[in-house]
């Protein structure tokens, strides 16, 4: 964390996040007990979190197996729309592999990212700020390579 985003290190707020994780999971679990029984528990908890992690290590295996690669990275992600569109937006993963610090990772307007506009919307609240995104020209750069690869 201290690599990619130093500032959140600094930030007391998200140091306890961090540090106490369960306590919100907790209380949420609480708090729908009362309201619903275990069956809203069973759901806003478990299944919630069961699923949520499924799909987070779905990401990590079919896209550094299966998909389409835009930027040549050391490694062997891949962008992959159907693990995308599960996700919200994390399985643009070799632009992710390619730019770790940016925010936004479909960057055509057919690869849909709703993780960038819950950002946008944020940003639009004045809730977040010095948003890092990769350039038009590094964009056009890694399709000028990929198209002299095919004619090769």
Known sequence: MQRYAPD????PVHLWMNRLYFVPLVLCGIGLLFLGGWPMMFVGVF????????????????????GS??????????NSWWVALLTF???WHNNHHAHPRAARHGL???EI?????GIRGLKALRLAREIRLISSQQINDAEDIQLLKKAA
């Open 8 to 11: 959140l290190m600094k930030d």
């Open 113 to 117: 990212d709703v993780n960038w506009w």
């Open 69 to 78: 690669r835009r930027f040549e990275t050391r490694d062997d992600s891949t």
């Open 89 to 91: 937006g994390e399985g």
């Open 108 to 110: 055509k307007w057919y």
């Open 47 to 66: 299944l919630r979190v069961t699923v949520g992690l499924h799909l987070h290590w779905l990401v990590n295996s079919a896209t550094h197996m299966w």
